[in-house]
């Protein structure tokens, strides 16, 4: 019937969904729990590593980088303190962005800073973080060190942010991914996250990227597993938070941490393995999981590389390596790419 027709086609209508439309029935916390989920109902579970760092899983990782048996911190300090007039005589060229990728603590950052500022550079510092509150501590720490430094932090993931900075001015971009982060990535994963990031940058855009390098097995195990154990007690921490946060019921003296070398894959590996068999119950998810005795969780790798394997990276995924900076002993690099796009 023509009147039928016209009532039905004016009820019709679409509306295209905002995050904001479902931001809240799906939160952080489902995404946690869904996580927790799939990992523990795998043949071999797994927990993703970025749920360490909660508030106290940050104060942790901050501990762990100053003890003495975890070198990197040591090392990526020095590489930066003995090539920072080399790294700025790059940059003398134009005005440019420093954009940083999850700054932390901006210990090591704050040696370039000084440098820059000495050789009265002109740019503008740009932290990437998806962390409001670390971004707030951040950027108030780096602007009372540095009064006269334009800092224009962005809470965002890290390609969102980029994309943002690259269609808002046409300076240079030198992004800085400090630490050895890359490491947490498998191979795949790491030229997936790197062609990401040549996608978001312009041609002749520079990164210098952390890589903790392949050396004696002992000196690994030794920095993984701490004699203070704060190593361990990080890992705990996941459990705690699943315990806080989802309802579980886990009992964390039923676990212990574990940190090996794997020889097949290049990296250390973390787990938390069951001391014994139990049952643990989650609230959130409404169900339990099984664990036998000695049964492991992983939480965490770190992959670490070889120079050959750091110049293949970079041309996997479209850059050219202008140079590899090194400590004294050869335990770390920092990496410094250009981006290359063909046809510019």
């Known amino acids: 019937m023509p009147g039928a027709s016209l009532e039905l086609i004016q009820h019709m209508s679409y509306k295209i969904l905002d995050p904001k439309d479902f931001a809240d029935s799906f939160d952080d916390r489902h995404a946690f729990a ?8 795998d043949t071999v579970k797994t927990l993703p590593s970025k749920y360490l760092y909660d508030t106290r899983g940050s104060e942790l990782y901050t501990e762990i980088t100053n003890l003495p048996e975890y070198y990197p911190t040591d090392c990526g300090r020095a590489i930066l303190q003995t090539n920072a007039a080399k790294i700025s005589a790059m940059m003398k060229q134009a005005p440019f ?3 940083e990728l999850g700054a932390g603590t901006g210990v090591k950052t704050k ?7 000495k050789q009265e550079l002109e740019f ?8 409001e509150g670390a971004m707030k501590e951040l950027v108030a720490d780096i602007g009372s060190s540095f009064p006269q430094l334009e800092i224009n932090g962005l809470i965002s993931d890290y390609f969102n942010g980029l994309k943002w900075l690259h269609n808002r001015g046409q300076r240079k971009n030198y992004v800085m991914f400090l630490g050895s982060s890359i490491g947490n990535f498998t ?7 790197l062609r990401n990031g040549w996608t978001c940058l312009n041609d002749g855009d520079c990164v210098l990227i952390g890589f903790d390098l392949k050396k004696d097995i002992e000196m690994l195990l030794w920095a993984y597993n701490d004699t203070q154990g704060v190593t361990a007690e990080f890992n705990l921490n996941l459990l705690r938070r699943i315990n806080a946060e989802l309802g579980g019921q886990f009992i964390l003296k039923n676990f ?10 290049g990296a250390m590996e973390s787990y938390l393995v069951s001391v014994k068999d139990q049952e643990v119950y989650v609230g959130m998810i409404s169900r339990s999981f099984s664990f036998c005795e000695w049964e492991p969780i992983r939480t965490e790798y770190s992959y670490k590389y070889l120079l050959s394997d750091i110049l293949g990276l970079a041309a996997d995924t ?12 050869r335990y770390f690099a920092d990496s410094i790419w250009r981006v290359r796009k063909p046809g510019k």
């Open 318 to 329: 479209g850059f050219v390596v202008e140079d590899t900076l090194f400590d004294s002993q």
């Open 34 to 41: 869904l996580d927790v989920l799939v990992g523990l109902s």
């Open 256 to 265: 212990r941490h574990y940190g090996t070398y794997n020889v097949l894959n």
């Open 124 to 131: 503008q510092y740009v932290p990437i973080d998806i962390s």
């Open 187 to 193: 191979n795949s994963e790491a030229k997936f996250f």
């Open 111 to 117: 040696i370039l800073l000084e440098e820059f500022h």
């Open 97 to 99: 962005n420093l954009v």
